[in-house]
């Protein structure tokens, strides 16, 4: 019998048997058909990369010292979907975002306000919670978003290009992770949140059928999730008011 999956260290960050090594705090992993890229948060604080790609004969490992100051503690962090950049969130709720690219040396198109050798500012105004997690989402439009939730529920949406906050909404528990799922045909995205109570929720972000895209010509929904009965159909709810940040209702479904 064969085995289908091998497992094989690829990489180390800590000395074998010490009791005193460097410690992974936070990591984020994504891969394409051109690339395969790994990011470490490490608890010595160094970045750590490693880059792997078709155009390249050899993985490429590349560490990047980060700031010591402790308000710049990496909170979360997230790729863009081709995996040639890295955002950051700090714990003074400012965002950083890396470019990858210069590792493997490869030519990328670069919005006019990125740095291409340099991290990227984006400074959050007024006072924020911790940010818990984060999700770089890349909308029908082609527009550059972060999505960020708090300890305290809180889910704000930042365009990465103006490096303005373009919407927003909570929860009624504070956030432990969000992922962004598509269907089959990538004509849906849904934002999947889940509660540091374990619930979870979803809310759709766009549909390219129904020509809906949140957070900007809506009120939105949010639908909880039960794994017994599958994911319910999240709907629209017609915005009333003028508050930043968008009212929302839930679903439980026992």
């Not at 091998?6 to 048997?17: C, Y």
């Not at 890229?37 to 010292?65: D, H, M």
Request: aromatic letters at 10%.
């Amino acid at each position: 019998m064969y085995s289908l999956f091998e497992i094989r260290k690829v990489l180390t960050v800590s000395k074998p048997g010490g009791s005193k090594g460097v410690k992974i705090v936070l990591a984020a992993y994504t891969e394409n058909k051109d690339n395969s890229v790994l990011a470490l948060v490490c608890s010595n604080g160094y970045l750590l990369f490693r880059l792997v790609s078709a155009k390249l004969e050899v993985p490429v490992i590349r560490q990047l010292c980060w700031f010591n100051n402790p308000e710049k503690e990496i909170r979360a962090l997230s790729f863009d979907s081709s995996g040639m950049w890295l955002l950051t969130v700090t714990r003074d709720a400012t965002l950083y975002i890396l470019p990858i690219s210069s590792i493997g040396e490869f030519a990328v198109k670069t919005p006019a306000s990125w740095k291409i050798d340099n991290l990227t500012e984006i400074k959050l105004t007024g006072q924020r919670a911790l940010t818990t997690s984060v999700q770089w989402w890349l909308t029908h439009e082609s527009e550059h978003i972060a999505i960020i939730g708090s300890e305290l529920g809180e889910i704000s949406f930042i365009n990465l290009v103006n490096k303005k906050e373009v919407g927003g909404t909570y929860i009624t528990s504070g956030i432990s992770a969000l992922d962004i799922l598509y269907d089959e045909s990538h004509d849906t995205t849904y934002l999947l949140i889940t509660g540091s109570n374990q619930q979870q929720w979803r809310l759709l972000l766009e549909e390219k059928k129904s020509n809906f895209y949140w957070p900007f010509n809506s009120d939105t929904e949010i639908t909880s999730y039960s794994s017994g009965k599958g994911l319910p159909v999240a709907e629209k709810v017609p915005l009333t008011g003028n508050s930043n940040y968008l009212k929302i209702r839930f679903i439980i479904i026992d």
